[in-house]
């Protein structure tokens, strides 16, 4: 990383750069502000602060369609957003904010994956791209994008840059809220934020290019200026989202976690593997198992249950599979309640966080976490549905 003086002197130096790879990316920027403008116009024109009813709750809900380009230019119009980290989020919140038409810079380790990935997608060194202290030196608002393991080992480099009337903004209350594990304690002079995309990078870049937007949480930590809320907003807009749901630095930890450990991820393997494995015992195919735990769910099911709820889809299924499934939610409801509740209180008491800081700070963390996978891949379940997902007709055409 760059000493804090070569920064200083780079400074100005780099005001001039920057004006030079913007004219250079001129030609790229035109079609891609074609595409955020497009994108804009096909949006509906609502007013966008909105206070909705979710199920008898009333909260506040954001909306794109309030912060058009202009408006982003007039909330954020003088700032340098230095996206420090380039994974999946840092990536595509960059490139968003960047065709968005914001001054973005990027911030990694020099010569590391995401230098070279950030090279590739168009960011000069020493114009848009740098090493993570000088990037966090020219930001007026820094974007902690590193992973939650990395930030921790990240902050005592970065919160020197930190100086009065910057702004801190995360995906992600982890490093603010187990502070006791990460020691992230922001100055108490800057505002604090947080916008969270509730999905993976590629999904905030591919709604972004499709004209659309993710939802995301939106948070104040601090605030300083009296405008920190408007700034989240703008900028969760910036990065690509649709939709903003008010929330906590906290709140947002406790449920991100809780959700991949749980329904998302963590129970999903779990009740597939489960039903499959009692599949197998009682006699029945590997194909028959999977098509009956897995394919169907993902390829049938799930998709109505996010089409219009749960009934909907109880409501397109046969009469006897409706009857079981009544019958039977409340055993798993019973079954899995307690599981939810341990989860809930592990997240809680830091536990967790204490075991993800641990095990993905270690040396070894990628090559571990590989074999994890591959014991998920070659396991008979995942190996049959390699041969079921062959046999989909979209894929029979691709290989014919
Ligand atoms: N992924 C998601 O779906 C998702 C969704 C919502 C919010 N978030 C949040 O967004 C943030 C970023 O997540 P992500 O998934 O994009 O992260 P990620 O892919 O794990 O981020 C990796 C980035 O962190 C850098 N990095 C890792 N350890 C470092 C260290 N010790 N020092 C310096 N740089 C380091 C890597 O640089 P090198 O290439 O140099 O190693 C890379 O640029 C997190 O707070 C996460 O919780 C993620």
Known sequence: MFARTACSTLRAGARRSFATAAARAATRTTARSALAAAATKTMPQRRSIQTLDFGGTKEVVYERSDYPPAKLQ???????????GYGTQGRAQALNARDNGMKVIVGVREGGHSWKLAQKDGWVPNETLFDIEPACDK???VMNLLSDAG??????????????????Y??????????????????KDIDVILAAPKGSGTTVRNLFLEGRGINSS???H?????KAKERAVAIGVAVGSGYLYETTFAKEVYSDLTGERGVLMGAIQGMFQAQYEVLRAKGHTPSEAFNETVEEATQSLYPLIGANGMDWMYANCSTTAQRGALDWAPKFYKASKPVFEELYKSVETGEET?????????????ESLEKELAEIRNSEMWRAGVTVRQLRPENQKKSA
């Open 218 to 220: 939106v948070a104040v």
């Open 354 to 366: 204490r075991r993800t800081l641990d095990v993905n700070s270690r040396s070894d963390y990628r």
């Open 151 to 168: 930030q921790k080992e990240a902050w005592p480099a970065m919160k020197k840059y930190l100086t009065k009337g910057k702004t801190l």
């Open 74 to 84: 007039e909330v954020l119009g003088k700032d340098t957003l230095a996206v420090i």
């Open 139 to 141: 930001g007026t608002v």
């Open 170 to 187: 995360f995906s992600h209350g982890f490093g603010v809220v187990f502070a006791d594990q990460t020691g992230i304690v922001p100055p």
């Open 222 to 226: 601090q605030d300083v200026s009296g």
